[in-house]
């Protein structure tokens, strides 16, 4: 019986409870958490580490008149519950539930939409900015951010302009040392010896930025943080709460092993001990066959250089970094910089593999174009999860990586479609390079991988004929060409031709012209967006080449932000699904009378 969490509405709801009930509250806030992801999954420690810390920011600030923004907004469980969504948590990250993370729309509590890290910054400084022009004068703006994410440039632009604002901003700099993996980088040891009471002999760094810093405070102490925000809360101007708090609290397990606790699989929620996902049997996860292929290659070959920015674990960077220290560097949330540190490598004779989640690699745009691909460089971009993601829904879906990348000169772009392919390009990439690369590949699992077999060299801009057919031809690239090959072994589609094309750029032209020959309808199938993709490419290629007779429909993302969901129930959303795919095989023949 959760007493006092079933009380709670809304933030205002709190108010009325005293210290000693806010703590009885937290203890059931954990529970509760821990009750649902434990079943439900999703990200757990980082909410657990804010229990206290999310209670007593909406017992002292009047949200949602006040503005209270979540960096990333993995840690927003706690707020949600709070802000009228406890019934409602059950379906966190469900298709048709609620977001896993905070949302514009869902909620009136949810000031800013989040899942990339970072942003918090900005966005409570333009809404403080907004709420001085229009003279609310009593309104507060909070931006809550982590160690780890307070240390990307984007944090650092921010803080930049706060600081010689007037605007009555609180940043709550929430310190666990940790990111999904262990924090890195100066900063991080900065704000270890401020927590030391080491004297640093120089000002503390946000008050050289002009913003007033306070703390550090132990944020799982309810009463000093109450204390500390109802004095921050008369204080005006731009100003940093230093709180110290541990990610996974409450959960023992989730705090002893914070890296497999940040996002766990389903586990006993009275022992925290993970169930066992019966994962002996599957095929590799395409993050292990990158990483541990490439540690296979940089043995022998000592220009290889592995980068990512704070993804270690989640790119399987993690084996080179064990295996060659001094040749693989996490850079911390920071994917610019981890971009053009890549081109300068790059410069010198280098050959760095940059290993970014297709979805953060948005971020450094500028950096491929202007710091790689128009000097030409070789830089290896290996883009995991490239295509939908699943639960964790539009802000993470790697929808538009073939769009971005294949409108860059001198770019090449691979999709490859099976792990071993992975292989053999993350192998040919060492030869002849001369400029960049993108090879792009989903989260998840592929099918079998023979570690024992000897990789093959892929010529750049082929592709190749998987099943000859007389009907229609479908040009897959990627990992859904392994669906395609499951309905081209049906029977009843026996006499349809597939290619795995491969490239998105160079275009296998060759081979395009072969195909227009031959086949008179064509189907185009990507796990990106259809704008500016691989089907318009070749719609691009067909009018050049005045194929006229030749028909093509493009599969692939249309052009909306896709929902969180399930894998299957999102392919179902998009059709490209199995059964949806056949229906398009089907309709398409009809059409053509074949
Ligand atoms: C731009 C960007 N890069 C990478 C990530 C992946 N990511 C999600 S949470 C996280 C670590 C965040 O650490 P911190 O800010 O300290 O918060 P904590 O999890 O410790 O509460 C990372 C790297 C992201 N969300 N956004
Ligand atoms: C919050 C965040 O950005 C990460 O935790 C992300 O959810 C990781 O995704 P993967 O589970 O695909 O590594
Ligand atoms: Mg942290």
């Known amino acids: 019986m959760k007493k006092y969490l079933e009380n709670i509405n809304n933030s205002s709801d709190l108010k009325n409870l005293s210290i000693e009930e806010l703590s009885l509250l937290a203890q059931e806030l954990r529970e509760f958490i821990i009750d649902v992801v434990s079943v439900k999954m999703g990200h757990l420690g980082a909410s657990l580490g804010v229990v206290e810390l999310t209670i007593a920011l909406h017992y002292i600030f009047d949200t949602p008149n006040d503005l209270l923004v979540w960096d990333v907004g993995h840690q927003a469980y706690p707020h949600k519950i709070l802000t009228g969504r406890r019934n409602s948590f059950h379906t966190n990250r469900e298709f048709g539930g609620i977001s896993g993370f905070p949302k514009l729309g869902e909620s009136v509590f949810d000031a800013f939409g989040t899942g990339h890290s970072s942003t918090s910054i900005s966005a409570a400084l333009g809404m403080s900015i907004a709420s001085k022009l229009k003279g609310e004068n009593n309104r507060h703006h909070i931006a809550v951010i982590g160690d780890a994410s307070i240390a990307s440039g984007m944090a650092f632009e921010g803080l930049n302009h706060a600081g010689v604002t007037k605007s009555n901003l609180l940043i709550i700099l929430n310190d666990n040392e940790m990111g999904i993996d262990p924090n890195v980088g100066a900063l991080k040891n900065y704000l270890t010896s401020v927590k030391q009471g080491k004297d640093i002999h120089q000002k503390n760094v946000f008050e050289a930025f002009d913003i007033s810093y306070s ?182 879906h790697g929808a538009f990586d073939l769009a971005y990348l294949s409108c860059i000169p001198n770019m090449i772009v691979f999709c490859p479609m099976n792990a071993m392919e992975l292989r053999d390009m993350l192998f040919s990439v060492q030869f002849d390079l001369n400029g960049p690369v ?144 056949e229906k398009v095989i089907d309709r398409t023949r009809i059409n053509k009378n074949c």
């Open 215 to 396: 703390g550090p405070i132990d944020g799982h102490n309810l009463n000093d943080l109450i204390d500390e925000l109802k004095r921050l809360k008369s204080i005006k101007g731009p100003k940093l709460l230093h709180v110290i708090t541990r990610k996974g609290k409450g959960l023992r397990k989730a705090e002893d092993d914070q890296v497999t606790y940040h996002a766990p699989g389903p586990f006993n929620k009275f022992s925290g001990e993970l169930i066992d996902q019966k994962e002996l049997d599957l095929a590799p996860k395409f993050q292990d066959v990158f990483g541990l292929t490439l540690v296979e290659l940089a043995e022998s070959n000592e220009k290889i250089i592995g980068i990512t920015p704070a993804m270690p674990t989640g790119s399987s960077l993690k084996y080179m970094i064990e295996k060659f220290p001094d040749r693989a560097f996490d850079v911390g949330i920071a994917e610019q910089h981890a971009v053009t540190l890549a081109a300068g490598l790059a410069t010198q004779g280098m050959l760095p593999f940059c290993a970014i989640y297709s979805t953060f690699l948005q971020r450094a745009y500028d950096q491929i174009i202007h710091d790689v691909a128009l000097q030409n460089l070789p830089v290896v971009f290996c883009i995991d999860r490239a295509g939908l993601v699943g639960e964790d829904g539009p802000t993470h």
């Open 438 to 581: 993108a090879i792009r590949y989903p989260r998840g699992r592929g099918r079998h991988v023979d570690w024992r077999k000897s990789f093959n060299r892929i010529e750049t801009g082929k592709g190749r004929l998987i099943k000859e057919g007389k009907d229609l031809a479908i040009l897959s690239v990627g990992p859904l060409g392994e669906t395609v090959q499951l309905i081209c072994k049906k029977q009843a589609y026996s006499n349809v031709a597939h290619y795995d094309m491969r490239f998105v750029k160079p275009l296998d032209e060759n081979l395009l012209d072969k195909i227009f020959q031959t086949y008179t309808m064509i189907i185009t199938i990507e796990e990106g967006t259809v704008k500016g993709g691989f089907g318009a490419a070749v719609l691009a290629y067909k009018n050049i080449k005045k194929a006229d007779h030749v028909g093509i429909e493009c599969l692939g993302l249309p052009d909306k932000f896709i929902e969180h969901g399930s894998m299957q129930q999102l392919y179902e959303l998009v059709g490209l699904d199995q059964k949806s795919i």
